[in-house]
């Protein structure tokens, strides 16, 4: 079983819903927990990152994470066309403190 | 957040020959820097931590021999793919560790031939 569990998807909505990106982990040591956004043929880049439990709001991005469910999520509201990419979850602690374990990534496409 | 540059953005080179990536720490000095890999419609694999006047440390499976990390100073990693092989082909992707946290460069893409 993997550390950290994501579902690839993909996931197609319309704009403007609202999106609900979800990872598992079972790495009870984990503490920091990361978004990517990636674009194809381009480098992850960090969208929302945590410490611990609880929520975080930043635009139209909120991350949420439950330590005691070892779950976290992304939501994307007022989601637009721009919004399409594959989403990654990280996350590190521990043994694993200075590197992180990422899952496979989500792939969204928002359309038009 | 930190600023990581990569050079080159792509490379394609024959089969047997190396190929020099280079990853830069624009604005921060890295003790540490990563090396991952990405094969298309697949997540982010870790290669090896790069240290700064120390030698790199790898991950279980990748040579090292074959793919040689040197990190010279605080602000440059440089990964050689040696006597590159078309199953070498990838995104290469380099990232630093800052405040509890990663951030990658925009990575080199490599066409072996």
């Known amino acids: 079983q993997k550390e950290v569990e994501q579902d690839p998807g993909p996931l197609s909505v319309p704009e403007g819903a609202i999106v609900s990106l979800n990872c598992t982990y079972s790495n009870s040591a984990f503490q920091y927990f990361m978004w990517y956004r990636q674009y194809s043929r381009k480098g992850p880049e960090l969208l929302m990152y945590?410490?611990?439990?609880g929520n975080k709001e930043d635009g139209r991005f909120t991350a949420q994470v439950d330590k005691s469910s070892k779950y976290i999520s992304l939501f994307i509201r007022d989601s637009q066309p721009s919004d399409s990419a594959t989403y990654l979850c990280a996350m590190s602690g521990g043994a694993n403190a200075g590197k992180s374990t990422f899952g496979d990534g989500t792939t969204l496409t928002v359309k038009p | 957040g930190a600023v990581v540059s990569q050079h080159p953005s792509w490379v394609i080179c024959k089969s047997g020959t190396s190929v020099k990536i280079e990853c830069r720490s624009l604005d921060f000095q890295a003790t540490t820097m990563f090396w991952y890999r990405q094969f298309p419609k697949q997540s982010l694999m870790l290669m090896a931590t790069s240290n700064e006047g120390s030698k790199a440390t790898y991950e279980q499976g990748v040579e090292k021999d074959k793919f040689l990390i040197n990190h010279a100073s605080l602000t440059l990693s440089t990964l050689t793919v040696t006597s590159a092989h078309p199953e070498d082909s990838s995104f290469y992707i380099c990232?630093?560790?800052?405040?509890?946290?990663?951030?990658f460069g925009p990575g080199t893409r490599l066409l072996v031939l």
């Open positions: 990232s630093v560790w800052t405040s509890g946290t990663q951030y």
């Open positions: 945590t410490y611990s439990s």
